[in-house]
């Protein structure tokens, strides 16, 4: 079963919607740690302020059933947006930690120049999968995906970058670490992209 993390800053029902139409039936929306037990694989969504999404992870009591199964169960999880900075040890927008599954930190977005680019990075854009990972099958090449974020994630070993993305500079859109994926953009408002993403994510062994 996929359990996505209700934690009330997240398009959960969206991402549910979106699984269905991979063909996923054995999926679920969860606010409950114990479901997090139960899970064989876990989406933690999210959009909006770091540390609002951690405190709501502690209220929910799911910080340390969220580590235990992924570090020592090595279930898969998939971050998406601020999902995804979540799982790294901390972000410049807040000053509470974060999960810790990554290593690497969440910076703005900064520009050398007197840039026209906005912040937020808002709309679509190309990924360029660099890295090795079954997440990318079938999106080696033109691959496009929704992005609404001002903050990125910057990994401390390369090897755990899988897309980078050129929004004033090249940026690490997406990570993957073992079973551990996170993905900057949104793969539940990218169409056949992300539809194409979240079935690899449900077909990982």
């Keep these: 079963m996929i359990v996505i993390i209700n934690h009330g800053l997240g398009n959960s029902g969206s991402i549910l919607n979106m699984l269905r139409k991979t063909g996923c039936r054995d999926a679920m929306i969860s606010s409950d740690p114990r479901d997090v037990f139960r899970a064989s694989k876990l989406i933690l969504p999210g959009v909006g302020h770091f540390d609002k999404g951690m405190r709501n992870l502690s209220s929910l009591g799911m910080i340390e059933p969220l580590r235990e199964r992924v570090v020592r169960d090595q ?3 998939l971050g998406i947006c601020l999902g995804m900075q979540m799982l790294a040890r901390r972000s410049e927008e807040g000053r509470e930690e974060g999960l810790g599954l990554i290593r690497g930190e969440v910076v703005r ?3 050398q120049d007197s840039s026209i680019l906005k912040i937020p990075h808002m709309g679509w854009n190309h990924v360029q999968f660099v890295g090795k990972s079954d997440l990318a099958t079938g999106l080696e090449h033109e691959a496009r995906f929704y992005f609404v974020h001002s903050y990125h994630m910057t990994c401390d070993n390369p090897a755990d970058v ?4 050129e929004y004033g500079y090249t940026f690490v859109s997406a990570v ?3 079973h551990i994926f996170g993905v900057q953009f949104h793969p539940e408002k990218s169409h056949r992209f992300g539809m ?3 079935k690899n994510f449900v077909e990982l062994l």
């Design 162 to 165: 899988l897309a980078t993305t």
């Design 176 to 178: 993957s670490c073992g």
């Design 196 to 198: 194409m993403l979240l």
């Design 75 to 77: 279930v898969p999880i």
């Design 109 to 111: 977005f900064r520009f």
